[in-house]
């Protein structure tokens, strides 16, 4: 690949860009073909050398490289970006944008089609453009002067139409086009009221080869807009249209008043695979094999639409549609709608979800922001979870499955002072007992049969400097509880077969959904084990015990599965939140989640809310069966707390499991109320 070219140093924009070799290498040649940017600098950890295509590489925070305007960054690089931002006054640009923006205005920079014999039509598409357009005749006089030039130009239609283009506008290039006839592309040029426009210049050539004029379409180069035009004299830009027609990149479909079609072009061709015969004269609802017709939706409501998600064509092409009606005085007489192939970027997107899920274990995703609540119980546990935030004491989650635990680790990583630092997560008992300890721990060269070559880091190695989240902590065998209260004791490791000790610098989150004493009594925890664990330890009420959380968690629940089926339900009904909140949900809010999504998966394309009947929830109902005609003699402190514990249970079960209420019913704190639930064994 050449080095961008320097010769429009002095009017580009210089930037640095943050993120992985895929992003940037296609950024460089974004910014190569546009001139409009220059990259000045890259950061990525996948680059190792001092220079990238002759481009500077910038190998942390401090740096001599200084004089640009913005920072362009992917996902990942989000938080070296605002340090660069905040140091350097920068700009912040997302880089899927800054890919979607340029893509756009190369297509944008192809030339629409002509709409053929359809004189209406031609008037509604360049009436609706944001692209400023001029046209001059053989003598030079101006013929067509679009709205959008005079929102550029500053200067009326009627203050332009029929004179001579010099007199308008001294510093035309037209009537060099006229002279030469020869197309001038992306041209930069200043207009003289201080406008920067990029510009294309053509002449108008009639089949014969006689000059009839010239024309520009020019853009204010801070907006990337939807194209269209405005027509004033068909005779003189018909060869233009027709022009701006063949070379389009984008595919564009007019339906008449019936939703029939009117007329189509060859990208439109090209991406549905049907040719004008298929589809001319033909319903709207031909080419879509998936989806509902966005035309005929159009024509009946006679209003835009825009980013409508479709498959069209024989091989399921995955499109974004635009579709706006064509009104002339009122009446429909039509729509025409613009086809955006997004299989590509569909492509790459699902690439991306691939390589996160790969390094996800290295990451922490969420923040506080991301735990969605409104009750008093959820504020308690997020104050409690921010507090051991702030501190680098152990912390201990407990809830019950699907409570959202692993959401508070991630939460409480990102607000500490180790959140750039790795997070490792590790499930306990999603791994086997044996090799549990040599993945926590590592191992020496040689310590068992198929231990490689050199030895391996352990994961609590890995985590140094940072966190280290212990899911279902409870089921740890005996043997590695101890060499975990070592780590916690002693802030050391020691790998299988090895006799050295390396001391760590680890936080560790442990999070468990059983009763951890009653494991205590039993013998299967070890009760120092937990006297460590347990010094921050926060509940995660569940889902039943705070039922007021269900709208605002079933609204962004709604939001994500939309995004996931590429679907768009709206929103439940009044009575279908209401069976939410009648339910007790024992799996809590990942049982939530999987009701709305089987919820949608049954729903037809063209519904938009989730009624009672499509949640199909059966009510749950708890009974506590205690035989008190069952009297056993106890010691008294036993039967104290036995006692205690059944006025818990009867609190709880008259404030509806509502454990705030409760402990104000009971006239405690909410910390000693939960720590008595956790004491005996209550599950609400």
């Not at 690949?1 to 040649?29: F, P």
């Not at 490792?424 to 070559?453: D, T």
């Amino acid at each position: 690949m050449k080095k961008i070219a320097m010769s429009g140093e002095k009017t580009m924009q210089n930037a640095v860009l943050l993120g992985d070799l895929r992003d940037i290498h296609t950024l460089i040649l974004l910014f190569q073909r546009s001139e409009i940017i220059f990259p000045l600098a890259v950061m990525s950890k996948d680059i190792s050398g001092d220079h990238y295509y002759g481009i500077p590489v910038m190998k942390g925070q401090e740096s001599n490289i200084n004089g640009y305007e913005y920072i362009v960054y992917s996902p990942d690089y989000q938080i070296q970006a605002f340090q660069l931002a905040k140091d350097n006054d920068a700009g912040l640009l997302p880089a899927g944008h800054v890919r979607l923006l340029f893509e756009e205005m190369f297509q944008n920079e192809s030339r629409m089609p002509a709409l053929k014999n359809q004189l209406v039509t031609r008037d509604i598409i360049l009436d609706s453009t944001h692209d400023g357009m001029i046209a001059i005749d053989e003598n030079g006089s101006i013929t067509l002067f679009n709205k959008s030039a005079e929102k550029m130009t500053g200067i009326t239609k009627d203050e332009a139409i029929g004179l001579p283009i010099l007199e308008v506008m001294p510093n035309s290039q037209l009537p060099r086009i006229l002279r030469t006839k020869t197309e001038e592309i992306n041209r930069e040029q200043m207009l003289p009221n201080g406008t920067k426009i990029y510009t294309t210049r053509l002449p108008i050539v009639d089949n014969e080869g006689n000059t009839l004029g010239a024309f520009a379409v020019f853009k204010d180069i801070t907006e990337i807009v939807d194209m269209a035009e405005e027509v004033t004299n068909l005779k003189s830009i018909q060869s233009m249209l027709h022009s701006i027609i063949q070379s389009s990149e984008e595919a564009i479909s007019v339906v008449d008043e019936k939703g029939n079609g009117l007329m189509i072009n060859p990208a439109y061709t090209r991406l549905t695979g049907y040719a004008a015969d298929e589809v001319i004269g033909k319903p709207a609802t031909i080419d879509i094999t998936e989806g509902d017709s966005m035309h005929m939706q159009v024509l009946k409501t006679r209003k835009p639409v825009r980013g409508a998600r479709l498959k069209v064509g024989p091989k399921k092409r995955d499109v974004v549609v635009n579709v706006a009606p064509i009104l002339v005085d009122g009446q429909l007489k039509g729509s025409v709608g613009i086809i955006h192939d997004v299989s590509e970027i569909k492509s790459l997107t699902e690439e991306l979800t691939r390589a996160r899920q790969i390094i996800r274990t290295l990451e922490a995703k969420y923040s506080f922001e991301d735990i969605v609540w409104s009750s008093l119980e959820m504020e308690f546990a997020i104050e409690q979870a921010k507090l051991a935030a702030s501190t680098p004491a152990t912390v201990l989650l407990r809830g019950e499955s699907g409570t959202g635990k692993e959401l508070f680790a991630h939460a409480i990583h990102n607000a500490s002072d180790r959140k750039y630092s790795k997070f490792i997560r590790v499930n306990c008992a999603a791994i086997s007992e044996s090799l549990l300890e040599s993945e926590l721990f590592g191992y020496v060269e040689g310590a068992f049969s198929g231990a490689v070559r050199g030895g391996k880091r352990g994961l609590f190695e890995e985590a140094n400097g940072g966190s280290i989240f212990l899911d279902e902590i409870g089921e740890l065998a005996l043997t590695t509880q101890a060499k975990l209260l070592r780590v916690l004791q002693e802030k050391e490791i020691r790998r299988v077969g090895d006799t050295k000790s390396i001391p760590i610098n680890v936080r560790v989150i442990g999070a468990t959904n059983v009763n951890l004493e009653a494991k205590i009594a039993e013998g299967s925890f070890r009760q120092d084990l937990y006297y460590r664990l347990n010094r921050m330890p926060i509940f995660i009420p569940a889902l039943r015990e705070r039922k007021g959380d269900i709208p605002l968690l079933a609204a962004h629940l709604l939001q994500k599965l939309n995004q996931d089926y590429g679907r768009n339900v709206e929103a439940l009904t009044d009575d279908a939140v209401l069976a939410l909140k009648e339910y007790d949900w024992p799996g809590n809010v990942r049982e939530l989640e999987n009701v709305l999504g089987r919820a949608i998966i049954h729903m037809e394309h063209h519904e938009h809310l989730i009624d009672r009947v499509k949640l199909n929830v059966l009510k749950a109902s708890v009974a506590l069966d205690v035989d008190h005609n069952s009297v056993t003699i106890q010691p008294l402190n036993s039967q104290i707390e036995e006692f205690e514990k059944k006025v818990i249970i009867e609190t709880l079960e008259q404030c509806g499991h509502n454990k705030t209420k409760a402990a104000k019913t009971l006239n405690v704190s909410l910390r000693n109320f939960y720590y008595k639930i956790e004491k005996y064994g209550i599950n609400s």
